[in-house]
């Protein structure tokens, strides 16, 4: 029996926005439909000015903390931000600034970020950047069981799942001379905490799964650049490394030990005003000597895979109307990776994937009001892989062992189009295919009653994607967008009954923005709505109480908000954003899925002065679900704002 | 190896043969003959509002930076020699604004990297190659007399400057899984090069950009998941937002039955989806398919990708 096939969106209601236009059109600048970024923190003051905020914020939550924690990282009762830009610029020019801000609203401890920076504008500059936040997790992991929304609840972990990710990065250029320049810096990256893991176990009614971190990852990198007339070229070199320690909770104990070095050289040459040649050249050997420890068994691990690539491409500019890019890439990855209980290998793997790959883009302008770009890309690569037993493939020891020989071929097809149906309206189109055709052998078994790895076995893949979308601008006041956008995608494997399934996705979607020039209104609103399916085509159906095997999910989102001005000194801003998810499923076993975000802020803000600017707000945020993970918060903040 | 040296070799080898043949961006246009170069201090003399746009910055004629290996600094660098234009005293004989308005993206963006070599050397396939974006389009403080969208530094986040643009993505940052790109814990940037396509050559493609935080993916594993090391991370999560936990593309068992639906494989067991298991009584129970298959990702120890 067939399953449900492919239906079309339902695109509603987008049409309803336009009636409100002005049809009076007259020359532009060409932006993008845009809100105000109403979620940027109450009174914020930026831009290029010494500037400072401070915000004390009030938080009244009802329903589940962690999921709220989730979504919004708010925890605290009380809390408080703050924002602020400092710049100097001396009299020789040189210019320094540093940027940031901060909240204590998650654990009560104070996370944020800051840019630090300065320069010799031309010879030298350089920035530090530093990141430090905390994530928060749900504490249950839910299934669409049949009988999902009845009590009792799920069972959910102890405390909240908190994992801090902290980030540092220096980075500086220096320019040695007209023809020669230095680049280098550092990364760190570090993991500490627990996260909420998708595990349940085996019968998934247990207590989600957390994951434990605790690891750090060090980057050094730099390099050199030189230019002369029409050559350029750089040499970049970096180290990394990543250690420390993770855990699936009470499963598996992993101890990281990871390196990396990479380098890449890339170079270019105009050959003429027409044409211009770039190249890239890139090696990195990645090895990793860590540790895995799994009921009760302490693996050492050995992995190493040396990767080299090149790119050589070339720019050509046909004419006064079209340009051409062509290119051709090739990577080449070796691996070997072995997995030993004491002295002994218990299994151990040599990897070989080749791949090559052509791409060839052509745009043209010279039709009057018209884009157009093609662009066409052409892919194969080779697997070549051996699992082996107590040795090394190829060792004198070795067990059973498989071998798997994999071919690849890819194709992208993808067409842009963009024509200016007048002075206020654009209408722009895309269409991109995929056809993925996947062979493999085998599967080669020294043991045929001993499958070492899984065999897919043949398979293609079709992928079809569209966009469809009307710009429009009627006078310098009102901005219109609304469009569609669509996947189809086909999915078959060919050695099991020339199975099928199919993935669908449509969306359509509208932005209106009205900022009439010197007014005291502004208004501005989007809606979209989008439908995606996934299911299975061939025979046989799923058994009757299967769960989760369709998955119909829509997504409607309405955001209109308005700007308010009265005299010179007090402004209003309201703004309202409501999401509706639903997943109908299969509606015979499995009970359809609801769940809605309503997001509201209303924001006033008063100017003290030329300098200082005294905002309140209140902002409420809901998620109401058809299961457990309800929560309500009403903030209220109040914030100063000043430039100096 | 072969594979790396021979086009960088091959590359090395054909400049210095062809060294002679190259040109300046100036060259694209039909400059007029007798035209020369007059210095910036010329160029002021009438211009002096240009010359306080770019007071502290890279581009002050002050600093006369010029275009590496050839003299050429100032104004004159993107505006092409200029003595004709101040014999004429009009707004002939010099590429001006206007000139250089009506251009197609590759001449604008040839201007710019003339200095800016390494910009040159990644625009290639890049995201906004092709289309009618050019440099100072985003670069509104570099560039006088540039409009398009607002500064970067008008900005909290970097984030929020690219979204001027892409508002679809704003939508997915809202949803309830996401990347914190709107909060500003992460930077379009850390993912995103928009002078360049995802590099081509990294270790491991497009996933690369992935590994770089999320490092324990990045093995090497004895047994790795086909749909880690020869699809992209995208296959199966939607990185700037989902409403699905994780970031997947779909709803769990939906998501990674797409691919793994062997129906015919063990008839005797009736409904399978694994190529040696029967999977019916476990996909009724509640359980997901990552229940069991922890290790998803790639795994040291078992082929199947479970904790064993």
């Known amino acids: 029996m067939k399953m449900k096939r492919t239906t079309t969106a339902t695109v509603l209601g987008l049409a309803l926005l336009a009636f409100a236009l002005p049809t009076l059109a007259e020359e532009t600048v060409d932006l993008p439909a845009q809100a105000e970024p109403i979620w940027a923190p109450t009174g914020d003051v930026i831009g290029q000015d010494n500037h400072g905020t401070a915000t004390f914020q009030s938080k009244d939550p009802h329903g589940n903390e962690a999921k709220g924690a989730e979504d919004w990282q708010l925890v605290q009762k009380y809390s408080g931000q703050g924002l602020f830009g400092y710049f100097r610029t001396q009299e020789n020019g040189s210019q320094y600034w540093l940027r940031g801000y901060g909240d204590n609203a998650g654990t009560g401890g104070l996370v944020g970020k800051f840019d630090l920076g300065g320069n010799i504008p031309g010879q030298f500059k350089w920035n530090i950047d530093f990141r430090d936040f905390d994530y928060f997790y749900d504490r249950t992991s839910e299934m669409r069981a049949p009988g999902f929304a009845a009590p009792p609840p799920p069972p959910e972990l102890e405390g909240l799942p908190k994992l801090n990710w902290r980030r540092a990065s220096i980075r500086a250029d220096y320019r040695l001379s007209d023809q020669f320049s230095l680049v280098g810096g550092f990364n760190r990256k570090c993991r500490i905490g627990d996260k909420g893991s998708l595990l349940r176990g085996d019968t998934g009614s247990s207590v989600p799964g957390a994951k434990l971190f605790d690891t750090t990852t060090n980057e050094f990198w730099g390099g050199i650049g030189f230019a002369t007339g029409s050559f350029g070229s750089d040499l970049n070199l970096s180290y990394r490394s990543t250690d420390g320690s993770r855990s699936l909770e009470g499963r598996h104990d992993y101890t990281d030990d990871q390196t990396r070095f990479g380098a890449k050289l890339g170079v270019s040459y105009v050959l003429s005003d027409q044409f211009k040649l770039v190249g890239h050249g890139a090696t990195s050997k990645l090895e990793n000597t860590g540790r895995d420890n799994v009921l009760g068994n302490t693996y050492d691990l050995n992995g190493e895979t040396t990767t080299s690539a090149g790119q050589i491409g070339l720019l050509a500019r046909l004419g006064k109307s079209a340009n051409l890019a062509a290119s051709a890439n090739f990577r080449n990855l070796d691996t070997d990776a072995q997995t030993n209980l004491a002295a002994d290998i218990q299994q151990a793997t040599t990897r070989k994937r080749d791949s090559q790959d052509y791409r060839i883009g052509i745009n043209y302008h010279g039709l009057s009001k018209t884009l157009l770009r093609l662009d066409y890309r052409y892919g194969t690569s080779n697997l070549d892989q051996t699992v082996a037993e107590s040795d090394v493939p190829g060792g004198t020891q070795v067990g059973d062992y498989q071998v798997t020989d994999q071919s690849r071929t890819q194709q992208d097809l993808s067409f842009r189009a963009r024509y200016r149906l007048g002075i206020a309206a654009t209408i722009k189109a895309r269409f991109a295919w995929r056809n993925q055709e996947i062979d493999q052998q085998g599967p080669v078994l020294s043991n045929p009653g001993n499958e070492l790895t899984f065999w897919m076995g043949d398979r293609d893949l079709n992928r079809y994607r569209w966009e469809l979308a009307l710009r429009m601008r009627f006078g310098r006041w009102v901005r219109f967008d609304i469009g569609h956008q669509a996947i189809d995608q086909t999915y078959k494997r060919k050695d099991f009954g020339m199975s099928e399934t199919t993935w669908n996705a449509n969306r359509g979607f509208s932005n209106l923005t009205w900022t009439p020039a010197g007014g005291s209104l502004d208004l501005y609103g989007m809606f979209s709505y989008g439908v995606e399916r996934y299911a299975l085509t061939t025979d046989p159906v799923p058994a009757a109480d299967m769960n989760a095997i369709d998955y119909d999910g829509s997504t409607m989102r309405f955001s209109p908000g308005a700007n308010y001005r009265i005299g010179d000194n007090l402004s209003l801003e309201g703004h309202y954003e409501g999401i509706r998810f639903e997943d109908t499923g299969n509606d015979e076993v499995i009970k359809k899925l609801q769940a809605d975000h309503d997001r509201m802020r209303l924001r006033a803000g008063y100017k003290l002065s030329s300098s200082a600017k005294l905002s309140v707000s209140y902002t409420r945020n809901e998620f109401d679900e058809n299961r457990w993970d309800d929560y309500i918060h009403h903030l209220y903040a109040v914030s100063v704002s000043g430039t100096f | ?308």
Not at chain 2, 45 to 56: K, L, M, P, S, T
Not at chain 2, 154 to 160: C, L, V
Not at chain 2, 211 to 228: A, I, N, R, T
């Open chain 2, 1 to 308: 190896m072969l594979r790396l040296i021979l086009p960088v070799a091959g590359i090395l080898l054909l400049s210095p043969g062809i060294a002679a043949g190259g040109v300046s961006f100036v060259d694209a246009f039909d400059v007029p003959d007798g035209a020369g170069y007059v210095g910036s201090e010329t160029c002021l003399d009438c211009h002096d509002d240009v010359g306080e746009f770019y007071a502290n910055s890279p581009h002050s004629p002050e600093r006369g930076l010029a275009i590496p290996g050839t003299g050429i600094a100032g104004c004159e660098a993107c505006h092409g020699p200029g003595s004709l234009h101040v014999e004429e005293e009009g707004d002939g004989f010099i590429i001006g604004p206007e000139i250089l308005a009506n251009q197609g993206q590759g001449v604008k963006v040839a201007m710019c990297t003339q200095c800016h070599t390494d910009q040159g050397l990644e625009w290639t396939g890049g995201p906004h190659a092709g289309t009618d974006i050019s440099c100072a389009n985003c670069h509104t403080d570099q560039v006088h007399f540039a409009g398009g969208v607002t500064p970067v530094s008008e900005f909290r986040n970097k984030g929020e400057f690219c979204l001027q643009c892409h508002p679809a993505q704003v939508t997915d940052f809202r949803l309830p899984f996401r990347h914190r790109v709107l909060e500003g814990q992460i930077d379009c940037q850390d993912c995103h090069n928009p002078h360049a396509d995802f590099d081509q050559t990294a270790w491991n493609g497009m996933n690369s950009v992935c590994l770089e935080c999320h490092v324990e993916m990045e093995g090497p594993f004895v047994y790795e998941h086909d749909g880690v090391s020869s699809e992209d991370c995208v296959t199966c999560h939607r990185p700037h937002g989902s409403n699905h936990d994780k970031l997947l593309i779909t709803e769990s068992n939906s998501m990674c039955l797409q691919c793994h639906f062997e129906q015919g494989f063990n008839a005797g067991d009736g409904w399978t989806f694994d190529g040696n298991r029967g999977h019916t009584n476990r996909l009724t129970n509640e359980a997901r398919c990552y229940d069991c298959h922890t290790e998803v990702h790639g795994s040291n120890t078992d082929p199947n990708f479970k904790d064993r």
